[in-house]
């Protein structure tokens, strides 16, 4: 009779175990379901872009900027501030709507770049745009401001080859690097730029695991000193996009003008206080270091180059920069004009140097831990 009821009761306990079990299973599996459901309906890079430019971030270029599934951010379409002097066309490009269709006889030029390009009130591709109509008359030359606050070099090839090159440019300019030289702030460049060079995405992709693994990484890097942490796109992954950009240069016959970015001599505080640069790091060196590597490929692929570093420095340097012991990054007007006229010098020289033909570079083969 004992060994019946004992048997009974383990038989009742095991029981109540294997349905509690089933309970906290079908409980987690729920809750996981619903994780992957909600970061599918809204993906962690919305959050992030919402945190960084979202109307509640108190980011001031958030009027400028809005949500992209593939880039986490984009210029905003139609957006205009006439107190700033900027408005932005159905394209993303700053200033009026253009046809896509170029017109006949005109030289297509799109400036690809990150703020500096975009600019402040009268930014470069407009003052660009005037020196060529002095030169050779209006309607000759057409000039299109691609810049967009914040970008690498990365998310301007994918803004090029995804919507850009569509629209039959004869020169493209390429002023990145400032982006690309920052430290790392989370993983969402390096997985994107590995998925997009390996030309394919995982056969299972869940949307709460990067979101969780992003947040981790994020963490880490907030406790991690700034040293120790990569460099968002470190100069030989730099290098491999200037070199796509020449390689479809070769490709669609158009001429890239690789450009080498003025800087000023001063690490301000404030980059160091965000994680932008680590304590030590020299503004001035990091940016010289990519310059070498514009000039590297320029010299290599016997493609054009428009050093407004080297004109910077012959034109005053630091007397260029409105502020420069706050901001050794954006040019004053002054400034602005030097760039303008060294890419005017640029492109108006007619005997166009052909683009050495070269491989497409082994992305694959570059995939590793490195980066």
């Not at 089933?22 to 890079?45: D, K, S, Y």
């Not at 509640?56 to 809005?66: D, I, K, M, P």
């Not at 007007?333 to 030097?338: H, K, T, V």
């Amino acid at each position: 009779m004992k060994r019946t009821t004992s048997r009974i009761w383990d038989t009742s306990l095991s029981r109540r175990f294997i349905q509690r079990l089933a309970l906290v299973l079908a409980g987690t599996c729920i809750a996981l379901l619903a994780g992957e459901i909600c970061f599918r309906l809204v993906p962690f890079e919305r959050f992030k872009y919402e945190a960084r430019y979202g109307h509640f971030s108190g980011n001031t270029v958030a009027r400028f900027l809005e949500y992209d599934p593939v880039l986490t951010f984009r210029n905003r379409r139609g957006a205009a501030d006439p107190d700033a002097q900027v408005q932005i066309n159905s394209l993303g490009l700053r200033g009026r709507e253009i046809s896509i269709e170029k017109p006949p006889g005109v030289t297509r030029i799109i400036c690809l770049g990150d703020s500096c390009t975009f600019g402040g009130g009268q930014p470069y591709p407009q003052m660009l745009q005037s020196m060529l109509d002095r030169q050779f008359g209006t309607g000759k030359f057409e000039v299109l401001n691609a810049g967009v606050i914040g970008y690498t070099s990365l998310h301007g090839l994918e803004w090029f080859q995804s919507e850009l090159e569509r629209l039959q440019p004869d020169i493209v300019t390429i002023y990145f690097g400032w982006n690309d030289m920052w430290r790392e702030k989370d993983s969402a460049i390096r997985e994107w730029f590995q998925r997009r060079i390996a030309g394919k995405e995982p056969a299972v992709r869940s949307y709460l695991w990067e979101a969780t693994w992003r947040s981790l990484h994020f963490l880490r890097n907030r406790l991690t000193p700034a040293a120790d942490i990569p460099l968002q796109i470190p100069p030989g992954r730099y290098r491999d996009v200037l070199e796509e950009f020449v390689r479809l240069a070769a490709r669609d016959h158009f001429t890239a003008v690789l450009v080498t970015a003025p800087s000023g001599d001063s690490t301000p505080n404030w980059l160091v206080e965000k994680g932008f640069v680590a304590r030590g790091d020299s503004v001035a060196s990091l940016r010289e270091t990519y310059n070498q590597v514009v000039i590297d490929v320029a010299q290599s692929r016997g493609v054009r180059l428009a050093d407004c570093a080297t004109a910077f420095r012959a034109a005053g340097g630091r007397t260029l920069f409105e502020r420069p012991d706050e901001d050794p990054i954006h040019p004053n007007e002054r400034g602005y004009r030097i760039i303008a006229s060294t890419l005017a010098d640029t492109i108006s020289t007619r005997s166009h140097a052909k683009t050495r033909a070269f491989p497409a570079p082994n992305w694959r083969g570059n995939c590793g831990t490195q980066y």
